[in-house]
C-alpha cells in the first residue's frame, strides 16, 4: 500500500491513516488522503498495465487507493464502467460528446465507487456499525456495501426521498430513518446521536475514502480517451465527491507523469431549487452559504450546503470552468430526450447535465467541436414517480 497519512484539506495538518478518522481534528475541514506518489512512479509494474488485470473493478486501481495489499476489499463489481461515445456525433455535430455511464454500477449509481472505498476502510479500521444522511442514492450504496461487509447499516432520509431508494436500503438490511427535513437535518441526527450509538459517520467527505473512490472517475476516463483529458467536464453536483475526486486524481496522475499539466474546465450542474454552488461561484465567494428552502426531484442535487465548497468552488475557478443551474422540468424533459437517442435511461442528474451542456454552448462557454465529457451518474430507475403513465 502506497497510502501515507491524511491531510487536512483547509489548514494542511497531518493525521494517521491507521485508525477511524472524519473531518480534521484542528479546523474541522475534510481531509484528504496522501500517496508515496514518488514510490509508485517507480513501480516495475506499471499502472498502466492495470488495464489488463482480470479485476475490471476500480480496485484495479489499487496502487492508488488505500487498504493494505493483503486485505480483500468490500467489492460488488463497481466502476469500469463504459465511456459511450455520443450518438449525436458524427460529421455535423456540435461538440465531441462522450457520455460516462454509472448508472451500470452495482446499486444503479455511482455512490458505490465512493462507498465500496469507504467501507472496505472502515471495517478494516474496526467499525462495526455505519451511519450516513441520504436524500437518494448514498444510502442504497453504504447499506449494500455494509451488507456485504457484515456491518451495522443506519441510514437516515427525508421523508420525501424517492420511493426506490428506501425500499431498497431496507431490502439489502439497513436500518431507516425517515427525517422531517432536509438532508442536512439527517446529517445533524447522526452527528448528535453518533458518539452514543456507537456509529462510524460516513457522510460525504466527512470521511477520507469516500473521495478516493470517486477519483477513479477520473482515473478511468483519462485511460478511456488515451492518456489525453477532454476539454469540458459537466457534473451534476451535490456534495462534489465526484468532482474534487477527479481533480485529485489528475494531480496525481500529472505527478505520475502520466498526464500533463492541462486540466478540463470543470462545470458543476445543479438544479435551480437548490444551487448553492451556483449562486456562490457566480457572487465570487469562497464559501457557499446555505442554500434555503432547497427543493428538486434530482434528489442527488438536493444538498443545500456542502462541506468541500470551498474545495469545488477553487476547482471550478482553476479550471476556468463555471456552475451552472437547470430547471427540473427541463430536466425530467431531457430524460427522455436522451433515452430516445442515446438508448439511455439516464438519472435527472445525468439529465441535467445535458441541459446544462446546451445552455453552454448557446453562451460561448463551450465551443463547437470541443471535447465534453458528461457524467450520467445514475439511474432513471429509481426515479418511476417522476414519469407519467
Ligand atoms: C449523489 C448523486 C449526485 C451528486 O454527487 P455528489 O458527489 O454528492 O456531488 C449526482 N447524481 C446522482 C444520481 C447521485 O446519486
Ligand atoms: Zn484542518
Redesign the pocket.
Known sequence: MFLTHLECTACGKRHEWNRLQNLCTACGKPLFAIYDLERVRNLECKLHSSLNRPDKSLWRWRELLPLPKEVEPVSLGEGGTPLLQSKKCGPDADVDLWIKDESINPTQ???ARGMSVAVSMAKYLGAEKLAVPSA???GGAMAAYAARAGLEAHVFMPRDTPRANIIECREVGAHVTLIDGLITDCGAEIAKRKAKEGWFDVS?LKEPYRIEG?KTLGLEIAQQLDWKLPDAVL?????????IGMWKAFDEMEKLGWIGKERPRMFSVQASGCAPIVRAFEAGEKFAAEFSNAHTK????R?PKAIGDFIMLDILRKSKGGAIAVDDDEMIRAVREVGSQEGLFV?P??AACFVALKKLRASGKIERGEQVVIFN??SGIKYLDLFGE
Not at 434530482?298 to 442535487?301: V, W
Open positions: 449509481s455511482f455512490k437518494g442514492n448514498a460525504t470517486k457534473y451534476p453536483t451535490g456534495g462534489g465527491t465526484g468532482l434530482a434528489s442527488g442535487l444538498v438519472a442528474e445525468g451518474t445514475g
